[in-house]
């Protein structure tokens, strides 16, 4: 059993940052691929990106390429999400999953119903 825990959403101002965390429980986190989604009130679920198990490997939705990277710490079983450059569209509740993968496959990781794991969600509000 994996216990994700994100932190670091908040309010900002278009054009900011934030870095988002998530906290892995566990003692295989090395062995997990990571994703980041988030959900705007009133929608589906989405894609942001997701990082391989090794962290040779990122993915990211063509509307943050850019402005948002993900970055891993298996010494501390933890997943970064640094996001620049804030848009209000990027308004919603983040969360982090976790999948028992050593592959690199898109698909995979890439859609939501893969992962085993999923956090409780932060929210993060920008501003225009």
């Known amino acids: 059993q994996v216990q994700l825990v994100e932190s670091g959403g908040g309010l900002v101002q278009a054009g900011g940052s934030l870095r988002l965390s998530c906290a892995a429980s566990?003692?295989?986190?090395?062995?997990?691929?990571m994703g980041w989604f988030r959900q705007a009130p009133g929608k589906e679920r989405d894609f942001v990106g997701a990082?391989?198990?090794?962290?040779?490997?990122?993915y990211y939705t063509d509307s943050v390429k850019g402005r948002f990277s993900i970055s891993r710490d298996n010494a501390k079983n933890t997943v970064y999400l640094q996001m620049n450059s804030l848009k209000p569209e990027d308004t919603a509740v983040y969360y982090c999953?976790?999948?028992?993968?050593?592959?690199?496959?898109?698909?995979?990781?890439?859609?939501?119903?893969?992962?085993?794991?999923w956090g409780q969600g932060t929210q993060v509000t920008v501003s225009s």
């Open positions: 990082i391989s198990y090794s962290g040779g490997r990122t």
């Open positions: 999953a976790a999948k028992n993968y050593r592959g690199t496959v898109y698909s995979i990781l890439t859609t939501s119903n893969t992962y085993d794991y």
């Open positions: 566990g003692r295989t986190f090395s062995s997990y691929a």
